[in-house]
Structure formats: C-alpha cells, structure tokens
C-alpha cells in the first residue's frame, strides 16, 4: 500500500516536472527566461524547454501592433488659448528584452512622453495652425516618440490626433466667421450671376438690334430695287409704245387730283412742262377742242362735259422759281396756269 502511494508521488511530481519544463510559445508571442534572477533568454513561437526550479519566465510579450489611445490633454497654444487635445499611439514592440528591463511600464511612458511633447508642438502654433496642420503635428509627434522608445525596444508606426476642441467660445465665433465667410461667398455667385445674366440679355438685345437692322436695310433694298425694275419696266414700255405728247398730257391730267388728296397739302406745284402739253390738248386736233369737250387720243368724242382737274381751293399756281410768300405763278412757254380746279387755261393770257 505504501509503495503505490510513493509511486503515485512520485508520477505526480514527474508531471509537475514535465509541465513546467516544457513550453509552449504562441505565435507573435514572445517570453522572457531569468535564469537565477538574471536575463537568460528570450523564448521565441513554439516548442522550448527550461529548467523548473532554475528558469523562471518573466514576461509574457505580445510583439503585434498595439493602438492607446489617451484621454484628452489640454494644451496652451501660441495665441493663449488652451485646446483639448486627443490622441492615438499606434506602437509595436521589437525588443522584449528592452521592453522588460529597459522602461518599468512603457504604455505609461508612451503617455507621459506625447503629452510633453504635444504641448511643445502646439505651443509654438496659433489656433488656426493647430486646426489645419494635423499632418505636420503627427510627423513632429512621430518622430521624437520613435527616437526615445527606440532604447526601450518599441516602434512607435503612427501616431493620430483624434480630435482638437478648442473652447466654446471660441467655436461660436468660428462658426460665425464660417457663416459670414459663406454668407459672402453667396452674395458673390449672385452678383457674378447678375453680371453674367445682364450681359447675356445686352448681347442678345444688339444681336437682335442688328438682325433687326440689316432686316430693315435689306428691305429697303428689295423696296428700291423693285421700284427701280418698275419705273425700268414703265419707262421701257412708253419707250416700246412710242408715246406722243397727247399721251403724256392725258397722263399730267389724270395726276392732278392725286396731288391735292393730302390733308396737309395747302401748296402744290404743277411742273411748267404741263403749260405746253395743256397747250396742246386745247389746240385744234388736240385731246380737248374749243368747246372744252374732251376727245380720245385717236379724235373721237371723249366723255361728255368739261373736263375740269381736280385739286385743293386756293391760288396756288406753278412758276420757274417758287415763293413761299405768295401765290406761285410760272411763266411758261405758253402761259401761265391757275390752280383753280375749275378752269384750265391754254395758250394765251391767264384768265382768272
């Protein structure tokens, strides 16, 4: 009976012995061995053995990527106004030896060290540059951690500022600047598009100014040139007919009324040229007779009854020089003629 107690003992000690002596290591683990109080070893992933009573492990290492974040600082900028400041270590250790020996708590001593060193950043920034420069901050950061944790066995990879809150009244008047800032941006675009829409609107009104224009000048082009192909047209076929002076006569008479159908016509001048064609319709075998009867331009009878011309009341008669001043008289050729529309006068002295 006792010697199955002492080898139960005994296998239970042989067990002890070997869980002890036998390690196994993590991945992306790493562990510290003191051997009689002294570094011995670093035990890297896998299987390792150590002595029971003579090694002992001392820390336990997690070499991945480490991300701390820390409570918000609050920092004295260069302008005087103090900003809270959070922010975001990402770290990773390379040297667990270094880590273990070199520094007694390196999470606190990563703190400790970037709230020193961010105040000294942004003291020698204004507010503005503090808000705006987060890179420049982060790089300054960066740099000065990785150059002191280098001894104590850790890489500091990147470090974040995770927000910056500047005092409450000093953000309601940022906001208000914004809002000014914005306000004047809006006033602006509208100007502009005023602008831009009163120079569309004057371009479209001289463009279509000068459409309208060259439309007017090119009817009046059209107008005169048909005028010019009628009068051409006129003029050739009196040419063609071989008109006679009774014809052109005939003619004057029937543009005498015309000439009186204006309300304002109160002066019209009869063209001296029409005393020798008057003169030749009353002679004898002319387009009128002695009688006053008018005859067709081949002597028939005309229409029966004194032809008489039409025109406005008033001594108004033709002359070779015109006179405002007075009734006009003409001394052509054959007489002179009154613009009496009931009576024409022929050949001879003027009756009234």
């Known amino acids: 009976m006792g010697g199955v107690i002492a080898a139960a003992v005994a296998a239970l000690v042989v067990l002890i012995f070997l869980a002890r002596t036998v390690r196994i290591v993590p991945q992306a ?11 011995h070893r670093t035990l890297t992933p896998g299987l390792a053995i150590v002595l029971p009573i003579v090694d002992r492990i001392r820390e336990r290492i997690d070499l991945r990527e480490q991300v701390v974040s820390f409570p918000p600082q609050p920092v004295i900028t260069e302008d005087n106004l103090v900003v809270g400041i959070d922010t975001v270590i990402y770290f990773q250790v390379t040297d667990p030896r270094a880590a273990t020996y070199e520094i007694a ?14 105040r000294n950043v942004i003291g020698g920034m204004n507010l503005e540059g503090t808000l705006t420069s987060r890179d420049q901050i982060n790089g300054q950061l960066r740099g ?37 800032e914005r306000d004047r941006r809006a006033a602006i675009l509208t100007a502009e598009g005023v602008k831009a829409s009163e120079i569309l609107r004057a371009e479209g009104e001289k463009q279509a100014a000068i459409l309208r224009a060259e439309g007017h000048r090119e009817a ?64 004898p075998g002319g387009l009128f007779d002695v009688g006053g009867r008018a005859a067709g331009p081949s002597g028939p009878a005309g229409p029966s009854g004194p032809v008489e011309p039409a025109g406005p009341a008033g001594p108004v008669s033709t002359a070779g020089p015109v006179s405002t001043a007075g009734p006009v008289s003409t001394a052509g050729p054959a007489g002179s003629h009154s613009r009496d529309p009931g009576h024409v006068a022929g050949p001879g002295p003027a009756r009234d």
């Open 29 to 39: 683990r790493a562990m510290v061995v003191e051997r009689l109080g002294r570094y």
């Open 105 to 118: 708590d390196f999470i606190r001593a990563i703190e400790q060290l970037t709230v020193t060193t961010l």
């Open 144 to 180: 000065v951690l990785d150059d002191a944790t280098g001894r104590w066995g850790i890489r500091v990879n990147r470090v974040e500022l995770k927000a910056i809150d500047p005092p409450r009244s000093i953000q309601d008047s940022m906001e208000k600047q914004m809002r000014a």
């Open 220 to 283: 009046q082009i059209l107008t005169a040139e048909g005028e010019a192909k009628a009068i051409g047209t006129v003029f050739g076929a009196i040419h063609e007919g071989d008109a006679d002076q009774k014809l052109l006569a005939y003619q004057y008479l029937q543009m005498l009324p015309r000439l009186a159908e204006g309300q304002a016509s109160k002066l019209w001048i009869v063209p001296s040229e029409l005393t020798a064609a008057l003169g030749g319709l009353a002679g």
